[in-house]
């Protein structure tokens, strides 16, 4: 079992768990998350989930984990966007056509 899988839901819907009762993070608090989300994190419902926003926007740098510096960004209604990832750090592109 891996210290994600050692957190307990607050509640079973709930998209972020609540991992302060994991012996991981009871051992090693500096490295591991307090509360990390449940779904995949590439899940553009997740990215654009109100409460979520309405979370990263309240707890500001306390949101971030160890290598995270989350931001909130809008994006011009009617955009196809995407999210894109060099080297772990993130960041949302326009979407366009590439061939190979």
């Keep these: 079992m891996t210290h994600w ?12 768990v609540d991992n302060t009762d994991s012996e991981q993070y009871r051992k090693y608090p500096s ?14 419902d997740l990215r654009t989930d109100p409460d979520v926003i309405e979370v990263v926007e309240r707890l500001e740098d306390d949101a971030n984990a160890d290598l995270a510096d989350l931001k909130i960004v809008e ?10 990832e060099y080297d ?6 326009e979407k366009h056509r590439t061939w190979s």
């Excluded at 490295?31 to 553009?44: F, G, I, M, R």
């Excluded at 994006?75 to 894109?84: A, L, Y």
Aim: proline share 7%; no cysteine; aromatic share 12%.
């Design 88 to 93: 772990g750090a993130e960041h949302i592109a």
């Design 75 to 84: 994006v011009p209604e009617g955009v196809e966007w995407k999210i894109d």
């Design 31 to 44: 490295v591991h998350p307090k509360y990390y989300l449940a779904k995949d994190s590439w899940d553009k």
């Design 5 to 16: 899988e050692d957190g307990e839901y607050a509640d079973p819907d709930a998209d972020v």
